[in-house]
Every structure is written in C-alpha cells, then in structure tokens.
C-alpha cells in the first residue's frame, strides 16, 4: 500500500479518536449577536417602572434583588432598602457572577438615571444571562415618583388620582408619617352667562 | 468568531466576491484533478475509477473535523451555520434524476460546468441538457409543486425545523458519530480500492 494513504489515514484516525474525547459545546452564548441583542433591547419587558419596584418592596416579595450599579461611595450615602452594591465597573466579577447569572431572582438595576443600569444590563445581556431588568429613570424618577408624587391636576382621570394616592402611601412606607387619601375635589366650571344682543342687521 | 457573514464580520458584498475566488479555486482543483474526463467520472458506477468518491468523501470528512475542532476552540458558533433543510420524498426523486443524469451524461453538475469551460462538447449538451430540465421543471411547477415543498413529508419532517441532524434522530453524541464517519471513510476507501484492482482498467 501507498505510504501517502497510511499517513493520511492514521492521521485521520488520530484526530478522530481526539475527537471521541472532545466535550461538546455551544458557542452561541459566547457570540452574542448584533440582531439578537437588538430585538431584547426594543423588548418593553425589560424594564421595571418605580411603581412596579416599590410595590415588590414593600409586599417583600421574595424573589426581588435590587442591584446598585452605581460606586460604593453613592451607595454608602442612599440607596433602596434591600439594594445590593454591584459598581457597573465590576459586573462582570467572579464574586458577583452568582447575582447577575440566576434564573429564580428579578434583578431590578439602578443608578441616578437609567444610563448605568442600561449599561449593566447590556453587559449582562451579552453574557447570556436573563431575568435582569432596569428601574425605569433610576433613582431620579424613584423620588419624583414614589417619594414626592406631583398631585394630579383636577382634570385628571381618577386613574391619575389612583396612581398619586397609591404613591403617597409608598412615601409613607419608605419615609413614615401619616397619609390621607385624598379626593379629588372637582370645582364646578364657572357659569358663563350668555349676553343678550340686539338682533343686527334686519331689513 | 465565525462564521463570519453570517456575523456580519464579512459583508454580504464581499460575501459573493469571496464566493467567486472560491468557486474558481474549486473549478481549477477539479479540473486538475481530472474531474473533466467523463470516464473518470462514470468510473464510480463501473467500478474501475473509485476517485470521485474519495475526493468528495475526504473533503466532507477534512470539514467535518475542521468544524469540530473550530467549535472546540470557540471560533465558530454552530447554531448559526447553515444547514441544509431535510426533504424527504423530493430528496429520493431528486437524488434518482440525478444518478441517472450523472450515468448519462458522465457529469454531475459542477464537474459538467469545468468539463465545458475547456471546451467539451458533450459537457456543452450536457449543460443544455441541464437548462432544458429547469425550464421543464419551470413550466410543469404546479405538478410538482407539493412534492418540491415538502408538503406530502412525514409529520416528523414538517413540525417546526428541517434542520436534522443524523445524530440527533439516531440518539448519538455528534462526536461518536464524526468517529464513525472517519472510519466509515477509511473502510469505503479500502474496500474500493479492492475494488478497482479486480475490475479491468479501460483506457481514457
């Protein structure tokens, strides 16, 4: 026999035989691409409004994690109760990956805005990790929202009342004090009394 | 990493002139080869000239491993490679047009181009042989429409991808399979070499 084909052939099996030993893989996560990325960011789903958040805080349900991503010295000075710090800068940390990598948990990221919670979100994103969300206006909004709602104007619908009385009793919650429920009272339009003319014109 | 169009590392533009370098790289090898001689190629079904088997089996199984190493290596990600979709019935009477396409005219389509870019003449009705079957197909499509579709498929093939795997059906790692391959390769490649040593030779 031809020693081109022996060689040919016991290379073949050589590799073969590595091949039988390899373990299999996916690099579909490792290559997160453009599209994808594109179609989870348009995805509303992804975010959480300040209303949402507060009220998973206080009924303390279980399955939230509120993530920090804002530096140790903005959270040592305020941050939500139960937040955990994760500075954006070490997300991607061995010691945080057991956080931002889970299935059962809705991690809720936050900073002053939603610029650096975005950021984290789509680090995270691209590493293939899921249940991940962004508090819609991050802390700026959570104040404007939760801790001093704007009252309605009286020509608001009763939702928007709903909405402020709901979110006066958040501040209640998060900063003591009493709260009254308060009802929209609706002033009567002014009576516009019609002038009588004098017929113009005629004939 | 890769595959790299499908990533838009490489343009889709691009995309063809690459495809071009390639298709006149695979035109050249071939025709070196000899792949333009059609008894060369009707030498398969004879059992004198084993060659064109060794050629196409050796490049699947050279991709094959190639893949599989890129794959462990992370440069390429599988599950954007494209695959062929499996058709069933069309796949049966397409493959048995073909053979008996190939064993008339001593060509398969891509060997049939190369034979007729150096000026064969019985690759040039081959050629026309080849357009006169798409207008045919063209013309009868509504005959064939269910079959070409896949519609009459078993219900396997239809639900959801065609994208099977053999691996997959038969339940085997794809590793244990690609072994398998490599020594299925080995085992046609001695055998037919048996082969061609019992069957007189023509001349060509």
């Not at chain 2, 009868?140 to 959801?160: I, M, N, T, V």
């Amino acid at each position: 026999m031809n020693k081109k084909y022996i060689i040919a052939a016991s290379t073949l099996i050589i590799l073969g035989t590595i091949i039988l030993f390899l373990p299999e893989k996916d690099n579909s996560k490792i290559d997160f691409t453009a599209d994808k990325l594109m179609m989870n960011l348009v995805e509303s789903t992804r975010m959480m409004d300040s209303d949402e958040v507060a009220n998973l805080i206080i009924t303390k349900d279980p399955s939230l994690q509120l993530i920090d991503v804002r530096t140790s010295e903005e959270y040592a000075k305020f941050h939500l109760p139960g937040a955990i710090n994760i500075p954006l800068a070490e997300i991607l940390d061995e010691q945080w990956e057991a956080y931002v990598n889970q299935a059962t948990r809705k991690n809720v990221f936050y900073s002053n805005g939603s610029i650096r919670a975005d950021q984290a979100w789509i680090i995270c994103r691209r590493g293939g990790y899921i249940k991940n969300y962004i508090l819609v206006g991050g802390l700026n909004n959570w104040m404007r929202t939760v801790i001093s709602p704007e009252i309605p104007e009286d020509t608001d619908d009763n939702l928007a009342w709903e909405r402020y009385n709901f979110r006066k009793a958040t501040a209640q919650y998060f900063l003591g004090g009493t709260s009254q429920t308060v009802v929209p009272v609706r002033k009567a339009d002014p009576v516009v009394k019609r002038k009588k003319k004098a017929v113009q014109g005629g004939c | 990493m890769g595959p790299l169009v499908a990533q838009d590392i490489i343009s889709s533009e691009w995309n063809f002139v690459i495809a071009l370098l390639i298709g006149i790289g695979f035109g050249f090898v071939l025709e070196q080869a000899g792949f333009s001689s059609s008894k060369k190629l009707a030498g398969v079904f004879y059992g004198y000239d084993f060659v064109v088997l060794r050629v196409f089996f050796t490049a699947a199984i050279t991709a094959m491993v190639g893949l599989i190493f890129l794959n462990y290596l992370g440069l390429i990600d599988m599950s954007l490679v494209y695959i062929n979709p499996t058709y069933l019935y069309s796949t049966i009477v397409g493959g048995a047009i073909m053979g008996v396409g190939f064993i008339l005219g001593g060509f398969c389509p891509g060997t049939g181009v190369c034979a007729a870019a150096i000026g064969k003449i019985d690759a040039w009705f081959f050629l026309l042989g080849i357009f006169i079957g798409i207008f045919f197909f063209a013309e009868a499509y509504d005959l064939f429409h269910d079959l070409y579709l896949g519609l009459s498929d078993p219900a396997a093939f239809q639900e959801g991808t065609r994208n099977i795997k053999v691996y997959d059906q038969i339940g085997i790692s794809g590793n244990l399979f690609a072994f398998g391959m490599i020594i299925m390769a080995l085992v046609a490649f001695i055998v037919t070499a048996q082969i061609e040593k019992k069957v007189k030779k023509p001349n060509y």
